[in-house]
């Protein structure tokens, strides 16, 4: 049996029509940069987040990027942000001219260690970015305390989490600011780039606007400088017509995490731990392995026809990228010791418990 990481073609052939005649729309009104398509799914997504404002972007790096500007970032600032992530939560950091301050991670979780957070800060620390990730909310209720605590922004990357919900609020709604990413591969891809700024704060959101548009508001008036960093109409109604399908997607990726885990009960892989209170979107499913073992298991899994993942092999700290700041491995032991241990199995909302329990049978018999 074939089973790809990901499969955007079978999730395309069951909503074909519609989406078709949404890309045909556009065409045809030739509505391709702004106007009704882009109002209309920023505020559908800011409605689906539980938020009053949202600004589309060209990608989810911008929408760090922007956010982080839009708040006031830049040299002189640290913000502080999670080891385990992709490498644009830190790189948008950078890019405002502010400095990145990592964090080891909770080993349960792989998210931010809301324990460690404090020590990070100093007086020039400025924002916190908690990334949502793998679809698992952050330990929000504690970084807000935190941040409220010390006067620091909350960034929230959720860009793996569209739709998860944290005690009950959605993310996206929970920090100052929050910055999705719509990569094709996302829980809420677009078929390109596409991003979003979503938040609560009116005079932000106008900000981000501004920053995301040569920093003007009308064809001229040029305030500031901005960047061009936009949602094409193409993808706004792309994006509209996969909105409508986000929960029901966002349940199958759960349903499949939970057949996940009862199917893989008994083996000596641990298998994701939720927080309480959460609702997870399994961006990704991830599974730890003994370190030695992890790369005879993948190409056990591949001979076999799975397909696998590591997200991510290399802790952001300790990548090349950040060699200046001269962190050891040992600054971030958990997320260290994770990116060597960390197996990402194939995750969409399409997986069925046929492929699932042909998986954790394939596991099982490496493990013998
Ligand atoms: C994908 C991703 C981003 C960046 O989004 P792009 O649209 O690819 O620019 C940022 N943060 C995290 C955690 C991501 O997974």
Same mark, same amino acid.
């Given at each position: ?131 949502? %990730? ?11 305390? %935190? ?63 501004? %920053? ?157």
């Amino acid at each position: 049996m074939n089973i790809p990481f990901v499969d955007l073609k079978i999730q395309y052939a069951g909503i074909k029509t519609e989406i078709d005649a949404a890309i045909a729309e556009v065409i045809s009104k030739t509505a391709f940069i702004g106007g009704a398509h882009l109002k209309s799914f920023e505020e559908a997504f800011a409605n689906f987040c539980g938020a009053k404002h949202c600004v589309g972007v060209g990608n989810g790096t911008d929408a760090l990027f922007i956010a982080l500007k839009a708040l006031g970032l830049g040299a002189g600032d640290e913000v502080i942000t999670a080891a385990n992530s992709f490498i644009a939560t830190s790189e948008a950091i950078t890019m405002t001219g502010a400095k990145p301050v990592f964090v080891d991670i909770n080993p349960a979780t792989y998210n931010i260690a809301v324990d460690k957070i404090e020590a990070a800060v100093t007086p020039n620390t400025k924002a916190i970015i908690p990334v949502h %990730l793998y679809g698992q909310p952050a330990q929000m209720d504690e970084i807000l305390e %935190l941040a409220k605590k010390h006067g620091l922004k909350v960034v929230e990357d959720a860009a793996q989490a569209h739709g998860a919900t944290y005690k009950g609020r959605t993310v996206g709604s929970i920090g100052d600011v929050a910055c999705f990413s719509f990569y094709p591969g996302k829980n809420l891809g677009a078929y390109g780039d596409g991003g979003a700024v979503v938040t609560n704060n009116k005079e932000l959101a106008v900000k981000v606007r501004m %920053l995301a548009n040569h920093g003007r508001i009308d064809k001229y008036d040029h305030e500031i400088e901005g960047v061009n960093s936009r949602l094409d109409g193409l993808q706004c109604a792309i994006l509209s017509v996969k909105l409508k399908h986000l929960q029901k997607w966002s349940d199958q990726r759960r349903a499949n995490a939970y057949l996940y885990n009862k199917h893989l009960e008994g083996t000596d892989l641990v298998t994701p731990v939720e927080i309480e209170n959460v609702d997870a979107v399994y961006h990704l499913y991830i599974v730890r392995v003994k370190a030695q073992e992890r790369q005879k298991l993948q190409e056990h899994l591949k001979a076999n026809g799975i397909a696998s993942g590591i997200h991510y092999p290399i802790a952001l700290p300790n990548l090349k990228a950040y060699a200046y700041l001269n962190h050891s491995e040992n600054d971030f032991p958990e997320a260290t010791k994770a990116s060597h241990e960390i197996l990402s199995l194939p995750m969409f909302p399409e997986l069925t418990e046929e492929q699932i329990i042909y998986i954790a049978d394939k596991i099982k018999s490496f493990n013998k």
